[in-house]
C-alpha cells in the first residue's frame, strides 16, 4: 500500500510540475464526489453554445463520463479532443470527411490546418451533436473512413472505459465548434485566441473570413487520481497505522 501511496504522489507531483510550467493550462480539476463541471469556454461566432456551455467529467466505476450542456440552440458539432496517453495527432495529420463528425475532428476548419495548445496532442476525438456523442480514436491519413470508431451513445453525454483510453491517470482537452461540413466557428472550450476574431468557416476567405485556421492555444486537464489534500490524509492514516503496529510488536 505505502508503494502504491508513493507512486500516486508522484502523478500528482508531476502534474503540479507541469502545471506551473505550461502558461496554456486554464484550469485543473481532480476527479471527486461530484463531477468536475468546466464551463470557461469562449467565443460566440455560431451563438454560444460551446462558448457559453459546459463539459463535465467523472469518474463511475471504471468509466470515464463526458457530458455536454449547450449554452444555446445545439445545430452544430463539438468535436472534443483528449490528450490521454504518449504519442497522438495534430490537424495536419487528418483528413477524414466521411462524415459529419469525422470531418469536424480530423480538421475543424476544412481547408486550413488549425493550431492545437501547445504540449497537448491527442489521441482521442469526442464528436457531440444532435446526434449523440461519438468517440473516435485519432490516427494519421487522407482517406475517408481512416478514424478509428469505437463508441456511440444517442445522447450529449457517454461512459467511456478508461482502458479504451489506457487508463489515464489524467486527461488533457480542448474542444473546438463547427459544422460538419468544416465550417468553423470562433467558440471554443477553454477560452482561447480564436476568440477574439470572426469565424475562421472553411479558411478559404468566404464572408470576409481570413485565409487561416483556428488557433487553439489553451486546455483544461482532469485529474483522475485522488486530490493532493486526499493524499495527506491518507499518508496521515498510513503513518498511524505502521506506528500502531510497530507498538504491538
Known amino acids: 500500500m505505502f508503494r ?8 500528482i507531483f508531476t502534474s503540479a510540475i507541469g502545471a ?3 502558461a496554456a493550462l486554464v484550469s485543473t480539476q481532480y476527479e471527486s464526489a461530484v463531477p468536475a463541471v468546466y464551463a470557461n469556454g469562449g467565443g460566440g461566432g455560431f451563438g454560444g453554445t460551446l462558448g457559453n456551455g459546459s463539459i463535465s467529467m467523472d469518474v463511475v466505476g471504471t468509466d470515464l463520463v463526458i457530458s455536454f450542456t449547450p449554452g444555446n440552440a445545439f445545430n452544430d458539432i463539438v468535436g472534443l479532443f483528449l490528450d490521454t496517453r ?12 466521411a462524415d459529419g463528425g469525422r470531418t469536424v475532428l480530423s480538421e475543424l476548419t476544412l481547408t486550413q490546418d488549425d493550431v492545437y495548445p501547445v ?5 482521442f476525438g469526442l464528436a457531440i451533436g444532435n446526434f449523440g456523442s461519438v468517440l473516435f480514436e485519432l490516427n494519421a491519413g487522407n482517406t475517408d473512413g481512416h478514424l478509428n470508431f469505437l463508441q456511440f451513445n444517442a445522447a450529449p453525454t457517454i461512459n467511456i ?6 487508463n489515464p491517470a489524467q486527461i488533457d482537452f480542448f474542444a473546438g465548434y ?9 467558440e471554443s472550450m477553454p477560452a482561447s485566441v480564436i476568440n477574439g476574431s470572426g469565424n475562421p468557416g472553411f479558411g478559404d476567405g ?5 485565409l487561416t485556421g483556428g488557433t487553439y492555444d489553451n486546455f483544461n486537464r482532469f485529474v483522475i487520481v485522488p486530490e493532493p489534500s ?3 490524509l491518507t499518508s496521515l492514516l498510513l503513518m498511524a497505522f505502521s506506528t500502531a503496529a510497530k507498538r504491538r510488536r
Open 178 to 186: 463547427a459544422s460538419g461540413g468544416g465550417y468553423n466557428s470562433n
Open 161 to 166: 472505459p478508461l482502458a479504451s483510453l489506457g
Open 230 to 232: 486526499v493524499l495527506a
Open 86 to 97: 504518449s504519442g497522438g495527432f495534430l490537424d495536419a495529420d487528418m483528413r477524414d470527411h
Open 4 to 11: 502504491l501511496f508513493i507512486a500516486i504522489f508522484s502523478v
Open 119 to 123: 504540449g497537448l496532442v491527442p489521441d
Open 206 to 210: 468566404q464572408f470576409g473570413g481570413l
Open 20 to 22: 506551473s510550467a505550461q
